[in-house]
């Protein structure tokens, strides 16, 4: 769906999704791609938000626990994987649903005002927050 | 009788007066000729012996006037009729009368006596001292004796005459009074013979075996006067007596008065059982009555309901006749109605395939749309239109999940609706099969019930008659229970006029 974009305000696109209850939202350009489920190999000793690897076309990425990072709890198996790129980093982020990409002003001092109350997640953060979690 | 009596008597007394009197006119006289022809024959030999020895000496010395007169005065005997003394050989020496008879050729050596006829002859042999031979023949009449013995019968005939006179009128007078007290003894006992015993008693003064036999008569009147009065007592049902005295007929009639007594008990006990017995029969044959009433009644409404229960199963054989063809054809219309339902399920589990198929491609589109929308965002500016149309084309895809999950909806509700009717209609297969099966053998039934309703009104006509007649026959049970109630209670009346010794002694 087009929306008139004007130019006193930037905008920005960005993909919304679901977890669990809550709808959060990442820059678009962090997005890789979406998949569907794909076969997880768990890893031994390793954290609890450390869910495993998959093999994306022969590539090994890390699967995180999005749930489990942003506090609301272990999640659940899902269908649908987002394959983002943070800190030069690939990871899949298990989410329940994606709800597709949408542009929204973003201005320059807040946060992007984003449809139906989702949340702008800092991915570079978490990561960093998640390697800090490491052994 | 009395006659017979009295004749009898009079003729036996007669009888024997007659023979004693006989007998006193045949022997006494000869017991009195023979008495006075052996004193009349003393009397010759002791004469003649002393005219023998008074007229030896003048035998002796030949002096025949002297012996003449010696026989002379012998002859003052008026029995002696003559005297001779002869001497040898047959000369008469002395004889009285003159006219001696000669004398016999042979002598005697003793004395003889010799009877002749009319006379009794002794001769006695004379010896004198000289040694001459003498014979003295004394001849004696027994005209006096003929004469005495005459007189003596007419004596005795006489004095049996007035005997006999005597005697009869005594013996008739002794008879006539034994007969008339016999009589009046023998018309009482004819008087009892006849049944009466209204009779006086026979004078019984008389100390002899008639006033003895009198007496009885009179005791034997008095106890038959008792048992009579008893008996009439009896007869009125007076069973409280006893019979005083004692002899067979009080003990015979005391023991028929037990007897009675006894009998009367147990009649009193059995009429009271009759009645309570018919009591019982008649409340019983009248209520078996009131029942055979009911019971005509009740068959009467039986037989109009069996009517109308036999009309009513025609009907019902008529109707369940369509009730089996509807089941019949419920049973197909079912069976057709199962296929298609299957054929539906099957459809619907092929749609819900085909859906599945679909929201695949749905998914994988929509995945493709976002990931297109975010190629057009790296390609910046350049990509601007190419993530519209992404996000166009994600929103027809989300659009198409949506209509998938509604249509899911829809498949999952006709298969879980069809899944439910599949089962149903399985149940209402097998249901209208057995409601088929149950039809038939309504059918059948029903044709047996209306056959039976029919046997049994046909049947039910015979039975109305029989019930009527019940009615008839209980109507004439009560008839007779009430006449036996009846005759139960006379017969009570009946017993009851009995006193027995029970009720003599209240």
New interface residues.
Partial sequence: ??EPVEPPTPTA?Y?CFSVGRTRLALP??M??????RLPLTALPLAPAHLLGVVNLRGRPVTVLDLSALIGLGPSRPT??YIIATALDMRVALPVKR?H???QAPTPPDRPPELARGATLLDLPALLQQALAMLP | MNLSIRARLTASILAVVTLIVAFQVWYFPQVQELAAMEALESKARSVTELVAHQTSTPLDMGYADQAHEVLVGALQDRDLVSLAIYTPPNLVFAAAPADAPPAPEAWPTAVTITAEARGVRVDVPMTTRSGDHGLLIARYSTQVLANQRVESMYQAVLLGAMVLVVGLLLAWLVANSFSQRVSVMAAAIQTVARGKLDVRPVPDAEQDELGDMARALNTMLASLRDIELSVQRLGKGDLSQRVDGVGDLADALNRTIDNQRELVRRLTGTASAIQSVAAEILNASERQAAGAARLASVVEATTNRMDLLHASGERIADSSLAVLDDADQTHADTLVISSRIYQLTAHSERIGEILDAIRDIANKSELLTINAALEGTRAGEAGRGFSLVASQMHRLTEQIVGAIRDIQDLNDDIHGATSGTVHATAEMTARASSTAQAARRIREIIQAQADVTGDVTTGMAPVGGVVRDAVTATHDNVHAARSLQDLSTRLDQLVARFVTADEGER
């Fill in positions: 769906m087009s696109t993909l678009a350009p997005v890789a791609e979406v998949t569907p269908d649908l994606v597709g990409v949408e």
